[in-house]
């Protein structure tokens, strides 16, 4: 089909998701909607809604002129996002155990040696954000430095996994996929994993050596208690939804987290319009556009805990989350542990995470200058937080 600029090739992404409810913001921004005073004689004789004008008690205001360049900023970036020629294309390593859609896939190049390290992503998001891109990816950077890297990807939830809670996923598949390994391991949860993994540690001690937590929420009242407890108290709406799929939708999960920063989205993509598509950067932005609309739906059992556990009731942070009937208790654990709270983070405030950091034992913490995402996978990764957790693992090898 011939456009403007020339051939346009066929849409090649949907996102980013939910499309509609941005697109819907930003309309809502910019759309005039005349205001009618009292003396207002619509639904009379002569009253024409075609021509609202010159109907006496109407008053139309010009479109915000900030407001249109917004507007035509966002929809210039998304288009650019959307014809991007980028497509990921790194094969997955082998896998030593799978369980249903869940694999442990292992990262470790040939004569690796020494403790073996298990990164636990999220529930919510594909486990290849720690494997992004070729120059974006830790556990390909940490393999190559001769460590024994893992990976759990949990996979799609199938019939058996949407009737999954968080008990089912800790103390039946997390555990099995860390008992895999035969040993003791270095377990290292990012962001929603953290939370499983302090309770398998605490459940399971023989299975791990250490603990790394990245961007790892526990206090969920810090900073916005009343936003929490209004996240939780989405979950009558939710409810048919759940009900019907057994499972929290993408794009509904995508909703909920773009009502944490409505504004997130057209910033985000008016910036992107503006840099040259054949960058590095553009690249690195599309690789990670493409993930984050490349979601997982959630167990509807799993939904229900986290919105009324930890964001309604603040279970964690009171003591009162239980695993398998056992109160998660990060300061019983007695391991090493590695806490990194990325200072620029919005989806985990710092302030959500640094409980964690004082609760541990032995911990130590690390608060790169990074986003939550950025901190694992951003063209800063490397020096924010790769080196730094390659320096702890290390001494933990040092130190066995």
């Not at 939370?195 to 540690?201: D, G, Q, S, V």
């Not at 916005?224 to 009558?236: G, H, K, S, W, Y």
């Not at 739906?297 to 009162?320: D, H, I, S």
Request: contains cysteine; proline residues 10%; aromatic residues 8%.
């Amino acid at each position: 089909m011939a456009g403007l600029q020339g051939e346009v090739g066929p849409l090649m992404r949907r996102g980013p998701r939910p499309l509609l409810l941005h697109l819907m913001h930003a309309m809502q921004k910019s759309t005039v909607w005349p205001a009618m005073s009292p003396s207002s004689n619509a639904g009379l004789p002569g009253w024409n809604p075609a021509k609202p004008v010159p109907s006496p008690g109407w008053k139309v205001a010009e479109p915000p002129a900030d407001a249109l360049r917004e507007n035509a900023g966002l929809i210039a970036g998304i288009a650019a996002y959307r014809r991007h020629p980028y497509r990921r294309d790194l094969p997955d390593p082998p896998a030593i155990w799978q369980e249903g859609g869940s694999r442990v896939l292992d990262y470790a190049l040939p004569g690796a040696t020494g403790l073996p390290v298990l990164f636990i992503p999220s529930l919510v998001n594909r486990a290849y954000v720690l494997d992004l891109a070729e120059g974006a990816s830790m556990m390909r950077f940490l393999a190559a430095q001769g460590l024994r890297i893992r990976l759990l990807d949990w996979g799609w939830p199938g019939e058996i996994e949407r009737g999954f809670g968080l008990t089912d996923y800790i103390v039946g598949r997390l555990e099995r996929a860390v008992a895999a390994a035969g040993e003791s391991v270095a377990l290292i949860g990012y962001c929603m994993g953290g939370l499983l993994t302090i309770a398998l540690a605490q459940r399971r001690p023989d299975l791990v050596a250490a603990l790394g937590l990245l961007a790892t929420p526990w206090d969920f009242h810090a900073g916005d208690a009343a936003q929490a407890r209004e996240f939780a108290a989405r979950l009558p709406l939710l409810e048919p939804i759940l009900g019907f799929g057994r499972t929290l939708p993408v794009d509904l999960l995508q909703t909920l987290f773009a009502l944490l920063d409505p504004e997130g989205i057209a910033r985000k993509y008016s910036g992107f319009g503006r840099i040259d598509p054949a960058s590095p950067r553009a690249r690195r932005f599309v690789a990670l556009e493409d993930w984050l609309n490349d979601g997982i739906p959630l167990a509807a059992p799993v939904a229900r805990e986290c919105l009324t556990l930890w964001y309604g009731a603040n279970a964690p942070a009171r003591a009162q989350w239980r695993v398998a009937g056992q109160v998660v208790m990060p300061q019983h654990l007695d391991l090493p542990a590695f806490v990194a709270i990325p200072a620029q983070d919005r989806i985990v405030p710092p302030e959500s995470a640094r409980p964690l950091g004082a609760l541990l034992r032995h911990a130590s913490v690390l608060e790169p200058k990074a986003g939550h995402i950025g901190m694992v996978a951003g063209s800063s990764a490397e020096a924010a937080l790769w080196l730094p957790l390659l320096a702890w693992i290390r001494g933990l090898e040092t130190g066995r």
